[in-house]
């Protein structure tokens, strides 16, 4: 089967049912997504299918047969932070960075959607997304920036971007 990661198409050799999580990890090492709960419960597996957010631990691959999957590595660089990077950055709204590549992809799903700078909003598109760190005040800050379009200096808050998944690394 075939799938298109981050605008490059791919060969799939695992099993159908192997998850999509899974093979996005072990069989194309495309490590963003991060297995926590496994079951549904966390987010910290969310990627875009076709542009909705899925659960990549609860889905078996194939059932994506040519579906078009994007991850935090398809939307910007350590050195080339797309907007919504940018704002977590600014914001501080990451720290381990085990949550952060779901709540990125929940959050770029929402804008492209439409989403304002509500918070009420916000915290809809990110409900069930489990952080254990920032409390979650942050994210939503975040969020509503990159919503509203707000542009920002990084040159005194990108310190942090090396230690955690905003550039889709570890
Ligand atoms: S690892 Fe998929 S929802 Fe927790
Ligand atoms: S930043 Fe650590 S779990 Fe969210």
């Not at 194309?28 to 079951?39: H, I, M, N, P, R």
């Not at 909003?121 to 509503?144: M, S």
């Not at 920036?145 to 808050?157: N, V």
């Amino acid at each position: 089967m075939n799938l298109t990661v981050n605008g490059v198409s791919r060969e799939v050799g695992s099993a159908p049912l192997t998850t999509l999580l899974d093979v996005l990890r072990e069989e194309l090492g495309v490590t963003s997504a991060k297995a926590g709960c496994e079951q549904g419960g966390c987010g910290s597996c969310t990627v875009l299918v076709d542009g909705e957010p899925q659960r990549a631990c609860l889905t078996a691959v194939g059932a994506f047969d040519g579906a078009e999957v994007t991850t935090v590595e398809g939307i910007g660089t350590a050195d080339a932070l797309s907007p919504i990077q940018q704002a977590f950055t600014h914001h501080y709204a990451a720290q381990c960075g085990f949550c952060t590549g779901g709540m990125l992809m929940a959050a770029v799903a929402y804008i492209e959607r439409g989403g304002t700078d509500d918070r009420e909003a916000i915290q809809e598109a990110l409900a069930g997304h489990v952080c254990r760190c920032t409390g979650y005040v942050k994210i939503i800050d975040a969020v509503a920036a990159a919503a509203r379009g707000d542009s920002f200096d990084l040159s005194t808050t990108a310190s942090s971007a090396g230690m955690t998944n905003l550039g889709g690394v570890s």
